[in-house]
């Protein structure tokens, strides 16, 4: 593959074999808690390098974003920040840890919808200033770099645009004459639990919105770009879908790993297998790497890490022109998860070669 043509860098001696060293500049586009907890294993694997010069840039999602109580909620977003910050509920996987819920209480009591979107009283302090400085005209660009400073979560982390894109969902409603209706990304994913069908997966204003400042030149200029264990359709799926991501993708030097967000058949947390069946493609490890494809056909993919539970999909992915391997890729802890950047980097080399 052309994209995997450089000279590698120099390995290092690990607990294992030899694993090439991180490169200096390393992107990554993430949805929420996946990718967060693949971050996560990410700096915890740079951490434990002494003098690792490498960088994080994180592009995430914002087409979950919704506006609930005339405050702008940003759920992939705010949980990049906390997780890597330290503040995130680690049982949950989102919102603040050791969180109280008296502001949503006293809303539900008033009779106030939606009752099923709850934001807890320390998160609602973050949406308040988000909200503030967007109506003040900062654009979610400057507000998530300002949120950040609180944070620090170690990542520069950039909003995949400044521009309002929502999700919606269709799904089957007898009382519509259409025999089905729209809703909110989050009403699907929290209210109805992903329990119902999804019918197609719309993207409101995506096709109207422009890269976020520093997005392009995060791909274009880095070392290595991963797309972590986020779902295909409406995490990853989105940021590529905003218009100039994908062809930078594409055209960057830098070669383009992704690792399965499906195990065994299934996803690990959230909807993957819903939304992909309601964009036709089949629920497997090797047909997300079909959908994302190959960067010699046009597509975004140069290697793709599998699930060990999933090794018979190794050749139908390399016959799509993607280099893969199956390694073990639950994100059970720390060390777990830098072992499947190691894996990663492992791949890369071994491509080169």
Known sequence: MDHLNEPAPAPVETAGSPVPALPRRVTVLSGGVGGARFLRGLLHRIAGTPGSPTEVT?????ADDIWVHGLKVCPDLDTVM????????????????????????????????????GLGDKDLATHLVRTQMLEAGYPLSAVTEALCRRWQPGVRLLPMTDDRVETHVLIDDPAEPSGRRAVHFQEYWVRLRAEVPARAVVPVGLEQSAPGPGVLEAITDTDLLVLPPSNPVVSVGT????????????????????????????????????VLTAIGVEVSAAAVA?????????????????????????ERVRAAGIACAAVPLMMTDLDATASMVDAALRLLSEERR
């Open 58 to 62: 994180v592009v995430a999602n914002t």
């Open 290 to 314: 079909e959908h994302y494809g190959a960067r010699s056909t046009g597509g975004v993919l140069d290697a793709w890490l599998v699930d060990e539970s999933d090794g018979a999909a190794v």
């Open 239 to 274: 940021i590529l879908g905003v218009p100039g991501i994908r062809e930078a993708v594409s055209s960057t030097s830098a070669p383009v790993v992704g690792l399965s967000p499906i195990v065994a058949g299934s996803h690990v947390h959230g909807m993957a297998a819903q």
């Open 82 to 117: 906390y997780t890597l910050g330290g503040g995130i509920d680690a049982v949950r996987g989102w919102g603040r840890t050791e969180e109280t819920w008296n502001a949503k209480e006293e809303l539900a009591a008033y009779g106030v919808e939606p009752t099923w979107f």
